[in-house]
Structures are given as structure tokens and as C-alpha cells.
């Protein structure tokens, strides 16, 4: 597939005057002050979700609930995400994206103050799932970084965020371990909620206003979504493709713990912690992709970091007793799927300036669902296959994700033309 099968939209449209777009696309890159923040808030707003994974045995024994019940609290924060990636991902395209950030950043202070204060297992539950629908600023801040980056800069643009994103994921899971071990699981939440409140301050100074690209209904953009989603073909590749390498990085984190507790290991939580920062190295160098998507296209990164994600699980089956391999697989995974990540967003993001907020949400469920769909997968194949058994359920995720990249498509340019027009609200 070329680049112009991936994003006909963004290359046919005239220079400076993209389908869609409500004003000229800007031609100087992001001020690095204005990025960082991007990249930060991103990287914060998401850290909010996974607080918690870490400190579930502390959360039961303090609010003496059943592990059943404790994990109801990740559960529906997860839940809530994907539920307001849906709902509230359209927003940004119906409102001033700025507004929209401010207003779910501040809201989520509220929600992390709320879990911070539950007495109940139930409540915190409650509190998980406004998190998880509030989370998704992150969601809004990378299309926000696209629609202020230049054209030739954008690939490069949305990885610095992106990366800022993914350190959030993987580094919550090591500062909650580590405060909640010093000081209690509750001052994690309440840090964290004063964290996000300045942030939202921050943003709403130095963001500037982001007119909308659309002006229909609430009702009618959602159902646009679903329009997008059945006509452009590169989306629903795009979104197949990443499921698939969530579903390996799903089943990767949500067993890492007990493999790591198991023989050979038998290491503790601050080792499984510490692999956070092995997968943090892999997504540091992530930017490196979306500089190499500007320049060689999409579709060259996004099969090698497929690539990268079925050699690195074959490597831990063959060698499953050994640390070393497990660390630079660890490194090499994530990396590959940050990459794919990145170069599947630059696609999306040029096929149509005025509905990213919608393409990203179908990007983005079908990402949150396949890691969904990965975590519940590997729970039971670790219970009857071990270690082995997920990481050929990694292999096999990633190779499925490198096959629907590798499929030969037809050109679809016009249709895909036509298509837009027709799912714009």
C-alpha cells in the first residue's frame, strides 16, 4: 500500500487547504514549551487509569472488600474510557477543542479527589469509572498537537505527544507503587488530583482556541462516527491493526506480574514495577517513528513495529527462563507497538482535518478494546499454558497485525473522497 492509498484526503486536497479544514494548516512547527505540555498533560491525564493496578491488594485490606469486589474499581475505569473516547471524543470537533480539554481535565481533579476520599470499594468503583470517562483529555490533546503542527512536521509532532501518553501508562504503574508503599494508596489519588488541577489551568492559558471543524448536531456526529468507520477503508485497517497489537500488549502487562512471581523468577511487585521503566525506554525512542513516517510514509513503520512485536514474543518463548531476553523484548515490544501506534495515527489524521476527534475515537476504542480483549485472553491461557502460552498469544497478535498490513488492497482514493463528504455531519 502507498501513502496515498493511506491518506487520499490530506494529499489530493491543495496545498495549505486540506478537505475539511476550517483554516489554513499552520506552516510553523510548535512552539517546545507548548509541546512539552501537550506531551505532559497526555502523559498525566492517562497515568489516572492505572493508578490503581499496583495498589489493588492495599485498596481491598484497607476498605476490607473481596478481591472480586477491588476488582470491579480497574474494571470500569477501563470501561469508562473506552465508553468516553465514544461519547466524548466528537466534542472536539463540534466545540473549541481548547474549552473541551480545560473542562474534562477539571472534572477529572474532581474524580481523582472522589477516590481519594471513597469509603467503600463500591464508591471507589463509582469514582474508577467518572476517571476513566474524564481520562480521555489525553485522547483530545493529541488531535489538538496534529490540527497546530505543520504538515511535514505532523508525524513527528504526534509521537513527541504520543510518547508523553505512553510514559503516563507505564510510569503510573511505578510511582503509585512506590508512593502507595511509603505513604497509602489514597495520597497517590490525591497528588494526582492536584496534579491534573494545575494542569487544567496550565492548558487553559497556554493552549490556544481551536475552532471546531464541524457544526452539527451532537447527535448527528456521533452517528458519523459509525459512517467513517463503515466507509474509509484505511480506518478500519488501521483500527484492525492496532487492536491486534493491543491485544499482545494487553496480554503482555496483565500477566507480567505473575510470570515475573512464578519460578524461574520469583521476583517481587517493585521488579514488575521496574519493567515500567524497560517499557518507557521503548517508548522514549518512539518519536524516532513518527519522524520516520514524515519521511518514508506510514506504512513502512507500521509493518516494521509489527515485526518488531511478533520477534520479541518469539524470543521470550524460546528463552522464557531468561531475564536478559525478557528485558530487551520488553524494550523491543513496545516500541514496535508505540511506533505502529504513532504511524497508524498520522494516517488517520490526514484523512479527514474537520472529524479527527471522531477518526481517533475508532482508533482509539478499537486499541482500548483489543487490550481488553488481550488481558481477558491471557488470564486464561497462563492458567493452563504458563508464560509460553502468552507469549505465543503475543506472537500470534502481533503476526495477525502484520497480515492485515500486508494484504493487498485496491485504490480507493475517489470512493474514499466520496465517503468523506458523506459521513460529514
Excluded at 508523553?164 to 494526582?192: D, E, K, M, T
Excluded at 490556544?208 to 478500519?236: C, E, F, H, N, Q
Excluded at 521470550?316 to 508505540?338: C, E, H, R, W, Y
Aim: glycine residues 10%; positive net charge; hydrophobic residues 60%.
Amino acid at each position: 500500500m502507498t501513502t496515498h492509498e493511506l491518506a487520499p484526503t490530506a494529499l489530493a486536497a491543495p496545498a495549505g487547504h486540506p478537505v475539511g479544514a476550517t483554516s489554513p494548516r499552520p506552516e510553523a512547527p510548535i512552539a517546545r514549551p507548548l509541546l512539552l505540555l501537550l506531551a505532559g498533560g497526555a502523559g498525566l491525564s492517562v497515568a489516572s487509569l492505572y493508578y490503581n493496578q499496583p495498589l489493588l491488594d492495599t485498596m481491598a485490606r484497607d476498605l476490607g472488600a473481596s478481591s472480586s469486589a477491588i476488582g470491579a474499581v480497574p474494571t470500569l475505569t477501563q470501561l469508562g474510557y473506552a465508553a468516553g473516547i465514544l461519547l466524548f471524543g466528537p466534542l472536539g470537533d463540534r466545540l473549541d477543542r481548547r474549552r473541551v480539554v480545560v473542562a474534562k481535565l477539571a472534572a477529572l481533579a474532581v474524580a481523582l479527589l472522589g477516590a481519594a476520599l471513597a469509603p467503600s470499594a463500591g464508591l471507589l468503583a463509582v469514582a474508577g469509572l467518572a476517571i476513566g470517562l474524564v481520562a480521555t483529555a489525553a485522547q483530545d490533546l493529541v488531535p489538538a498537537a496534529a490540527a497546530l503542527a505543520p504538515a511535514a512536521s505532523r508525524g513527528r509532532t504526534v509521537g513527541s505527544v504520543m510518547t508523553g501518553l505512553l510514559l503516563g501508562i507505564l510510569l503510573s504503574r511505578v510511582v503509585s507503587g512506590v508512593v502507595g508503599a511509603h505513604v497509602g494508596w489514597r495520597a497517590v489519588y490525591l497528588g494526582a488530583a492536584a496534579a491534573v488541577a494545575a494542569l487544567s489551568v496550565a492548558v487553559g492559558l497556554r493552549l490556544p482556541p481551536m475552532p471546531p471543524g464541524a457544526r452539527a448536531r451532537y447527535g448527528a456526529l456521533l452517528a458519523s462516527i459509525v459512517r467513517l468507520a463503515r466507509d474509509l477503508a484505511p480506518l478500519r485497517r488501521a483500527a484492525l491493526a492496532q487492536a491486534f497489537l493491543s491485544v499482545a500488549f494487553g496480554a503482555f502487562w496483565s500477566t507480567l506480574t505473575l510470570a515475573l512471581a512464578a519460578p524461574p523468577f520469583r521476583l517481587g511487585p517493585v521488579a514488575a514495577g521496574a519493567f515500567g521503566l524497560a517499557g518507557a525506554a521503548g517508548a522514549a525512542i518512539a518519536p524516532l517513528a513518527g519522524a520516520a513516517a514524515d519521511r518514508r510514509g506510514p506504512e513502512p513503520v507500521i509493518r516494521a513495529g509489527a515485526a518488531l512485536g511478533v520477534g520479541s514474543f518469539a524470543a521470550i518463548a524460546l528463552f522464557p527462563g531468561s531475564l536478559v531476553v525478557l528485558v530487551v523484548a520488553t524494550v523491543v515490544f513496545d516500541l514496535g507497538v508505540q511506533a505502529s501506534l504513532i504511524a497508524h495515527q498520522s494516517v488517520v489524521y490526514g484523512l479527514d482535518p474537520a472529524a479527527r476527534g471522531r477518526l481517533n475515537a475508532v482508533l482509539v476504542s478499537a486499541m482500548f478494546l483489543g487490550m481488553a480483549a488481550g488481558a481477558a485472553a491471557a488470564s486464561e491461557v497462563f492458567a493452563h499454558a504458563g508464560w509460553v502460552g502468552v507469549a505465543a498469544l503475543g506472537a500470534l497478535a502481533a503476526a495477525t497485525a502484520l497480515a492485515v498490513r500486508l494484504a493487498p488492497t485496491r485504490r480507493r482514493d475517489a470512493r474514499d473522497r466520496r465517503c468523506i463528504d458523506a459521513a460529514a455531519p
